[in-house]
Nanobody
């Protein structure tokens, strides 16, 4: 249903663009988000974009460096990551959810998860 791609190895200060392609769901009716999980840590919220495409939300740790966007015609959500830091190293997961409000505050209830893509930032 959700296929994430675009991860890789990058030096600190570099950039990556993640993509998440959706299939088999009415993409434009879903709020979309990105989460990440570093080794030994819990999965954490990174960014979200609502079905309206107007409202976006970010974790404080990535605000000003990451940008989430979506293309409903391509059923795809993106995460542009700039000024990457070693602490951004994690597996990044995309999520699709139809709940109203801040769905990322209760990730257990997310409707669909992608399989994740590894991002490694070297110092």
């Amino acid at each position: 249903q959700l296929q994430a791609s675009g991860g890789g190895l990058v030096q600190a200060g570099g950039s990556l663009r993640l993509s998440c392609a959706a299939s088999g769901l009415a993409f434009s009716t879903y709020n979309m988000g990105w989460f990440r999980q570093a080794p030994g840590k819990e999965r954490e919220f990174v960014a979200a974009i609502m079905r309206s495409t107007v409202s976006t939300y970010y974790a404080d740790s990535v605000k000003g460096r990451f940008t989430i966007s979506r293309d409903n015609a391509k059923n795809t959500v993106y995460l542009q990551m700039n000024s990457l830091k070693p602490e951004d190293t994690a597996v990044y997961y995309c999520a699709a959810d139809r709940r109203y409000g801040s769905f990322w505050s209760n990730p257990v209830g997310v409707d669909y998860w992608g399989k994740g893509t590894q991002v490694t930032v070297s110092s």
